[in-house]
T-cell receptor, first 116, second 112 residues
Framework: NAGVMQNPRHLVRRRGQEARLRCSPVKGHSHVYWYRQLPEEGLKFMVYLQKENIIDESGMPKERFSAEFPKEGPSILRIQQVVRGDSAAYFC??????????????FGQGTRLTVV | GESVGLHLPTLSVQEGDNSIINCAYSNSASDYFIWYKQESGKGPQFIIDIRSNMDKRQGQRVTVLLNKTVKHLSLQIAATQPGDSAVYFCAENMLPGNQFYFGTGTSLTVIP
């Protein structure tokens, strides 16, 4: 859905650098989800955030990865000291309220991270 | 043509034929399901959804069937067109947490 904006669309980082991925949800949406997708694979849940709160980070690697969704501004997925295995497409989705009861999540176009 | 997402990740159909894409979900407590279509290089796009209190829901050329007894979801596409070629994912949503869990996906190729 064009309403969820992710940037950059493509990001190249050298091993050891930091990668910062941004996601601006649909206007008025207060719930954000981050997913990772490896080539030829499905979407793997990473983290679910509401404004200023991490609700579920069960899919996030324990180290080097962090996410935030501040009161103002976009949601940020941060990967420190990137390694080649971090190369993937990272998708952000937003919804206007919690998913229970049937609320679809709208996806952005993704950020394709390449670690060289 | 018919495909089980986990065992047959690719499906090829002739243009004009009907397609059936299957998905086995994992949690009997899931209460909401969505089918997404993902074209190459793009993010997933919503196709159709269904709540757990329903067995069937129809959209334009698409129908979703839900069998809670065997935790099975299917997407039927009528009169498949070349523009339907994409990877299709089913997603389940469960409480608490509200995150969506996605299946592996099925790649649909429509042969003109």
């Amino acid at each position: 859905n064009a309403g969820v904006m992710q940037n950059p669309r493509h990001l190249v980082r050298r091993r050891g650098q930091e990668a910062r991925l941004r996601c601006s949800p649909v206007k008025g949406h207060s719930h954000v989800y981050w997913y990772r997708q490896l080539p030829e694979e499905g979407l793997k849940f990473m983290v679910y955030l509401q404004k200023e709160n991490i609700i579920d980070e069960s899919g996030m690697p324990k180290e080097r990865f962090s996410a935030e969704f501040p009161k103002e501004g976009p949601s940020i997925l941060r990967i420190q000291q990137v390694v080649r295995g971090d190369s993937a497409a990272y998708f952000c989705a937003s919804s206007p309220r919690s998913g229970g009861g049937g609320t679809e999540a709208f996806f952005g176009q993704g950020t394709r991270l390449t670690v060289v | 043509g018919e495909s089980v997402g986990l065992h047959l990740p690719t499906l090829s159909v002739q243009e004009g034929d009907n397609s059936i894409i299957n998905c086995a979900y994992s949690n009997s407590a899931s209460d909401y399901f969505i089918w997404y279509k993902q074209e190459s290089g793009k993010g997933p796009q919503f196709i159709i959804d269904i709540r757990s209190n329903m067995d069937k829901r129809q959209g334009q050329r698409v129908t979703v069937l839900l069998n809670k007894t065997v935790k099975h979801l299917s997407l039927q596409i009528a009169a498949t067109q070349p523009g339907d070629s994409a990877v299709y994912f089913c997603a389940e949503n469960m409480l608490p947490g509200n995150q969506f869990y996605f299946g592996t996906g099925t790649s649909l190729t429509v042969i003109p």
